[in-house]
């Protein structure tokens, strides 16, 4: 059964550091790279941060140097600890595979704002 499980989001002022996590299905976790991607209000999903199974990362500019992404394959969860938050970085933040599966979880809404 494929599982997605983001958690960890909330309301965070500016410059706030929240850690998300994602508890994943072994079987997914194990095969792929997995990504953390967001959902902005009016905008289309986009890719931030991946890692793969190895532990090789890679950020979209707008995130380098702030957010860092890692993974516990024992656990099967991968997690993104965001750092220095601004408001433009309130989204729902989901994770999945890369290429991303058809399934998607319902992911974790964070907000920045004072």
């Known amino acids: 059964q494929v599982q997605l499980v983001e958690s960890g989001g909330g309301l965070v002022q500016p410059g706030g550091s929240p850690r998300l996590s994602c508890a994943a299905s072994?079987?997914?976790?194990?095969?792929?790279?997995m990504g953390w991607y967001r959902q902005a209000p009016g905008k289309q999903r986009e890719l931030v941060t991946r890692?793969?199974?190895?532990?090789?990362?890679n950020y979209t500019d707008s995130v380098k140097g702030r957010f860092t992404i890692s993974r516990d394959n024992a656990k099967n969860t991968v997690y993104l600890q965001m750092n220095s938050l601004k408001p433009e970085d309130t989204a729902v933040y989901y994770c999945n595979a890369l290429p991303s599966l058809t399934f998607w979880g319902q992911g974790t809404q964070v907000t920045v704002s004072s």
């Open positions: 072994g079987s997914i976790f194990s095969r792929y790279t």
């Open positions: 890692i793969t199974k190895g532990g090789s990362t």
